[in-house]
């Protein structure tokens, strides 16, 4: 994971599970072994066990969702994994200049 992503990984396990949108919670889901036992247990119920297609069909909505609140153009046919790296990188980049204003 680059660290960019490790460092948004941080700021997210400090947060309660009622804080976290559903690109957040998407975000862990996809991170999971990351995540210490004890933030395992922290966050179980947005890291429920449903079915793995059923958790990637909801993780590409949230992440899609989050895609166009960045106002990101998502090309027809993109993958999961890129869509992952297309948002991580986009947040970080929108979380960095809010950091800096």
Request: overall charge negative; aromatic content about 6%.
């Given at each position: 994971?680059?660290?960019?992503?490790?460092?948004?990984?941080?700021?997210?396990?400090?947060?309660?599970v009622?804080?976290?949108?559903?690109?957040?919670?998407?975000?862990?889901?996809?991170?999971?072994?990351?995540?210490?036992?004890?933030?395992?247990?922290?966050?179980?119920?947005?890291?429920?066990?449903?079915?793995?297609k059923?958790?990637?069909?909801?993780?590409?909505?949230?992440?899609?969702?989050?895609?166009?609140?960045?106002?990101?153009?998502?090309?027809?046919?993109?993958?999961?994994?890129?869509?992952?790296?297309?948002?991580?990188?986009?947040?970080?980049?929108?979380?960095?200049?809010?950091?800096?204003?």
């Open positions: 994971m680059d660290q960019k992503a490790q460092a948004y990984l941080a700021s997210l396990v400090t947060k309660e009622a804080e976290l949108n559903d690109y957040q919670k998407a975000f862990l889901r996809a991170r999971r072994s990351y995540l210490t036992d004890e933030q395992t247990e922290k966050f179980a119920s947005v890291l429920n066990d449903k079915p793995a059923e958790n990637k069909l909801e993780e590409y909505q949230a992440l899609t969702k989050q895609a166009k609140e960045l106002k990101l153009a998502i090309p027809k046919g993109t993958k999961l994994d890129d869509l992952r790296t297309m948002v991580s990188e986009a947040q970080s980049q929108k979380d960095n200049n809010e950091h800096l204003a």
